[in-house]
Every structure is written in structure tokens, then in C-alpha cells.
DNA sequence: CTAAGTGCAAAATGTTTGCATACTT
DNA sequence: AAGTATGCAAACATTTTGCACTTAG
């Protein structure tokens, strides 16, 4: 159902390269670009929709209201929730305890079922001064 | 520093009274057209990121790749976070020591500040389905 | 009276689509 | 060979901007 194209592949890796980062549809082309390689726009925007329905990549709106895409899939990500500065972008996989109790106490009380790949903290990390509020 | 102008009362009005939906900008402009107020679209957006920026709304993205926006100050609601369901669009506040707990274990684990105003938790609510799985 | 907000139309931005061609399987 | 992906350019939707005018404080 999805061919493995060379396109794919690059897009792909530079969301992997850049997994710390979040990038726009613009910067990735840029990237491409760089590296001598051209990818048309339409492309970008078609396998970034599929990257996202396969649970690869998210996608999210920045403070500056640009929306975004990030990798989050390494090894088992399945698990994780994730962190976002709203000021750097860094981004931080998160599990445990504290998350698990509190999913299974929204689905208890209210039937609610949390998405973990929709579902992204945004905050302030350490270095923005997140710690000192 | 913020004048309160009768555009500005009915656009917060028809959030208000939608509190429990997302609205686009277009179905804002509608909704006040129908009752025959005519807003100007910039002034849609406009009196929008003022409202975000008061923390009065909050605004995400769907599914569908639409900016939705959704009144959000209710009552005590500065220590709500919100549940929004990817299905219907409802909105649901929540608060608690689960809440409370996950919150300071991010803060004294990875000194991130979660932004509860910016955080939104996305799944399914309980007639979308999110009980049953 | 001054600062802030408004409406219109135009411009800019970001994203999607149609279609002929090229690539994967 | 069939199904899917690509690139281009055009179309589209959404949001922002400039400017003259109005309104709130």
C-alpha cells in the first residue's frame, strides 16, 4: 500500500536527523535543498500526511501559529508522551507512573480515552526556565 | 491597554455560548451574520489572538486540519486542563491530584513547566467510543 | 484628544489539486 | 501490468496587512 520511494526516504531521514527540532514543510524542502536534492512541495505535504497516519511523525501548531511536523517514533515511542518547549521546540519523551495513572484515571472518570500521539505537553524545558517558575 | 467594544463582546458571545464546540473563524463570522451583525474578518482574527493571548480562548488544530477556537475561561478555570475529543469536538475540564502529580513529577524530573493553557489532552470521549477500548 | 479598534480590499502565506509522467511492486 | 508516487503549475483556503475612518477611554 505505500511504496518505498526515494522521496519517502528523504523526507524521512530528515525528520530523523532533525528529531530534536520541529520543522516546517518549507524548512524540510529547504534541507533537501541543501543537499542538492529537490523534492516538489506537493510531495513534501502528501508523504507528510502519511507519515503522520502511520504514527511516524506529529504535527502541531507553534506559538507562532506555524504548523509544525517532528518525529517521534524511535525505538518503542509507542509508550511515550512528549514534551514540547514552546519557546526552543526541544522536545522530550516521557513515561511512567504518573502519565499511566493519570490516563487510566480520565478513562475511569470520564470514558475518555487519551490519544498519545495527538496529545503533546507544550511548557517551558530547563534551559527557557521551566524550572525556575 | 484593551477596549471593550461591542465586536469584541459579540465574538467572545458566540464563543461563550459554544463553549462546549470548536468554531473556525468562518463558522464565528457566520454565526454572528445570522443574527445579522456584521464583523469584519480581520477583526475576527484580530480580537482572536487577543483573546488567546488573555488566555480567555484557546485555539488547536482538528483532525481535519482546521484552526478551531474554544472558550476556555470558566468559572475557576485556571487550574483546568482540558480534554478535547477528536470525534465530536467536545470539551471536557478536568482537574485533580493525578493532574497535580504528573505535573510536579515533570517539573522536578525534567524541570518542565507545563503550560496548561497551551496543553490540551485529545482523544475519544465516552459516546465517540473512548470507554469500549 | 489620544490610543486602540474597525472594515474593506488587496496581498501574502500555506496547502491542496489536476494531470501527465515516472517509479514500485 | 497495475497501482501508487512524483513534479509542476494552477487553484484554493486561510490569515495578515495597509489605510482611512470610527470608537472607547
Given at each position: ?48 500526511e502519511?507519515?503522520?497516519?502511520e ?45 499511566d495513572r ?32
Amino acid at each position: 500500500m505505500n511504496y518505498n520511494t526515494k522521496q519517502r526516504e528523504l523526507i524521512l531521514n530528515c525528520l530523523m536527523e532533525n528529531s530534536d527540532k520541529h520543522l516546517n514543510a518549507f524548512e524540510i524542502m529547504e534541507l533537501l535543498k541543501v543537499k542538492k536534492i529537490n523534492v516538489g512541495q506537493a510531495t513534501i505535504y502528501r508523504t507528510l500526511e502519511k507519515l503522520i497516519k502511520e504514527n511516524i511523525i506529529i504535527k502541531y501548531i507553534t506559538k507562532d501559529n506555524s504548523a509544525c511536523y517532528q518525529y517521534i517514533a524511535d525505538d518503542n515511542c509507542v509508550m511515550h508522551n512528549h514534551l514540547i518547549c514552546s519557546e526552543c521546540g526541544e522536545l522530550i519523551h516521557i513515561k511512567g507512573k504518573y502519565l499511566d495513572r493519570l490516563s487510566e484515571h480520565i478513562q475511569n472518570e470520564y470514558g475518555f480515552l487519551i490519544d498519545k500521539f495527538r496529545t503533546v505537553f507544550y511548557g517551558k524545558c530547563k534551559s527557557c526556565g521551566g524550572q525556575t517558575k
